[in-house]
């Protein structure tokens, strides 16, 4: 591992702040979901109704507790913290000029409490917080309006904290919005609330588009702020097996791997790939893409590719195959890996299959990768005070052996390291709490309720002697 491997832990700023209208704050898209549950898709509502239950409003009260939250990372022995800047804090409505000096502020305290304990930050620009007035002003990233909006908010902060901000990446797991059966997806990573009958896939496609000029943009304009800056862009890895050896669904597993390869590819390489113009064609999409647009993605490649993963995913060419369903996690026609046992929502546990992405990655694109999000969603349970969530450390111990034969045994170049929700944070898929990440255990429950205490996991201990270890 490199010597200076970055072990850490992740969460983002709609799921831990709260705090949704304080200094300043507008409303982002994350505040207009209701909770649901793994049966229950969350409801995205016209603005803030009286009468309904919105998760993220408090989150688990992050924007006053960070202070006592970091100390805690810092006991554990982190490298680094990953969480992301709430885009409606520095830019309440999206589209002003001048940004939200109270929202700037609290970030600057944010970091230089990190850096008080030597924790560097792993900053995503955005995750699922658009300003909800841009979805109202301009259909979210239906409008190419929106890449002057995004490259301001990222010019304003990098600019800001160009001295205490090295890792950032632009937008969360983009490649979510190809799930189209699922509106929360368009939304939270495009602000896109699609209309009856309409093309959902060109539609995806046109805002990936404008997605991919700003953060080429941005990694082109970042390096001019600070040329020591790593600027990365952020995928959702879910590896896409095929169900038997059967050419058909050999077949099938590419076509559909394709459909996450494929921002990593432009986001890295800097051009759309034969496949997707092939496709464009077939289907007739006429994009507004420019050739200015072609050379911006050009010349904005990545520094690195960040990315989550929870889960592989299985597929039949045989219709005689039970299919998932509209599963949350992972596409419609994914099936039930039979060699495989699930979490209690639903997800393939596949420590090998983070391997295999790494692998997979670091071939196509040979350049430094950063494991963003890896965790184990489970409803703890209390007993005499105490969690023991030996469950959570089995997942991760398991996960982390493979990362590191990926990077021993494979020579995959890894930055870091970061667990999903180091300390429990609201569920993006559900709204719940139930579904808990972190190592920290935060007395909230699904309806809103608790103390907000923070208690130490069995895993908090886990961790923080793994990294000793590991650092040494
Ligand atoms: C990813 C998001 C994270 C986090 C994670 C866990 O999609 O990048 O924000 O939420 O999933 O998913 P969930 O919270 O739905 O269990």
Redesign the pocket.
Known sequence: MRKDFLWGG???A??VEGAYQTGGKGLSIADVMTAGSREQARRITAGVLEGEYYPNHEGIRFYEHYKEDIRLFAEMGFKCFRTSIAWSRIFPQGDEETPNEEGLRFYDDLFDELHKYQIEPVITLS??EMPYELVKKCGGWRSREMIGHFIRFAQTVMERYKEKVKYWMTF??IN?QMILTNNIYAFTNSGILFEEGEDRLKTVYQAAHYEFVASAEVVRMGHEINPDFMIGC?V?ATPVYAYSCHPDDVLLAQREDRKNLFFADVHARGHYPAYVKKEWERLGYQLDITKEDLEIIRKGCVDYIGF?Y?LSSAISADPKVKKLGDD??AGTDTVENPYLPMTP?G?AIDPKGLRYILNQYYDRYEVPLFVV?N?F?FEDVMEDGQIHDQNRIEYLSDHIREMVKAVEEDGVDLLGYTV??CID??????G?MR?R?GFIYVDKKDDGSGTYERIRKDSFYWYQELINKMSK
Do not use: D, I
């Not at 944070?425 to 559900?430: A, I, K, L, W």
């Open positions: 992740a969460v983002a709609h799921q995750h699922f969360n797991e979510n952020m959702a989550s929870y949350l996690a929502w997800w999000e965790g969603g999903w929700g944070p609201v569920s993006f898929g559900t719940e579904k990440y």
